[in-house]
Nanobody, 126 residues
Framework: QVQLLEFGGGLVQAGDSLRLSCTAS????????MGWIRQAPGKEREFVAA????????KYGDSVNGRFTIARDDAKNTVSLQMSNLKPEDTAVYYC???????????????????WGQGTQVTVSS
């Protein structure tokens, strides 16, 4: 059974950078789009970014476009999210997720993602 595990969350100040990583264990997800989705307290889950196999297609949510960069290493079964110029509104639990219903495209509907990690907290202070 494949499991996802996120690393790298923490407390940073506005303007700082932070890198999140996600590792798949128990199998490979290299053929499927991988995404990062976040949820702030009292808010709905929000699409952050997603990437297909070998990075052929990448999408970002409007609120992070230009500040965040998603990447993957299919040989190592990992996906990362480099976050720059962080803002207090980026504070959330960040989840790594796989969309096993797609192959060559990525979806922004968070309900499409069917395998999730446990999440990692990112807190940005002003």
């Amino acid at each position: 059974q494949v499991q996802l595990l996120e690393f790298g969350g923490g407390l940073v100040q506005a303007g700082d950078s932070l890198r999140l990583s996600c590792t798949a264990s128990g199998g490979t997800l290299s053929k499927f789009p991988m995404g990062w989705i976040r949820q702030a307290p009292g808010k709905e889950r929000e699409f952050v970014a997603a990437i297909t196999w070998r990075g052929a297609v990448i999408k970002y949510g409007d609120s992070v476009n230009g500040r965040f960069t998603i990447a993957r290493d299919d040989a190592k079964n990992t996906v990362s999210l480099q976050m720059s110029n962080l803002k207090p509104e980026d504070t959330a639990v960040y989840y790594c997720a796989a969309d096993r219903g797609r192959l060559l495209t990525v979806g922004e509907d968070v309900d499409e993602y069917d395998l999730w990690g446990q999440g990692t907290q990112v807190t940005v202070s002003s």
